[in-house]
């Protein structure tokens, strides 16, 4: 029964678009409901240049992002910040153990 529904995938992304674009369908808002919920992250979509903290600052400031989306982007930010740390103790930690590799043994 599964491979019979995704056979159907192809053919039914086709129907619903059909449906978006005939605005003079009854079942039109239907569609355009069903492409917004499953195909939009579940959270608000904010569009930014970049992901520097001026840029985002400036969006809190505009209005174009709330309170909750900076705390929500600085924690994302401090992650990123962290694995690019983790990474350079990494690359550093093996740096020091080829050089003690290459040293005579005492």
Known sequence: MLAS???MGP???ERVRDTFRDKDNPSHWKAVELILRYCLPPARTV???????E???NAFIDG????DEIKSAAAALEKL???ASMDDIM???????AFAKQQPNK
């Open 81 to 83: 910040k962290n694995v």
């Open 47 to 53: 569009e930014l240049d970049n992901a520097e903290p």
């Open 64 to 67: 174009e992002m709330t309170a």
């Open 55 to 57: 840029t985002i600052k």
């Open 11 to 13: 053919e039914a992304i």
């Open 5 to 7: 529904i995704k056979q």
């Open 91 to 97: 690359r550093h930690l093996q740096e020091l153990t």
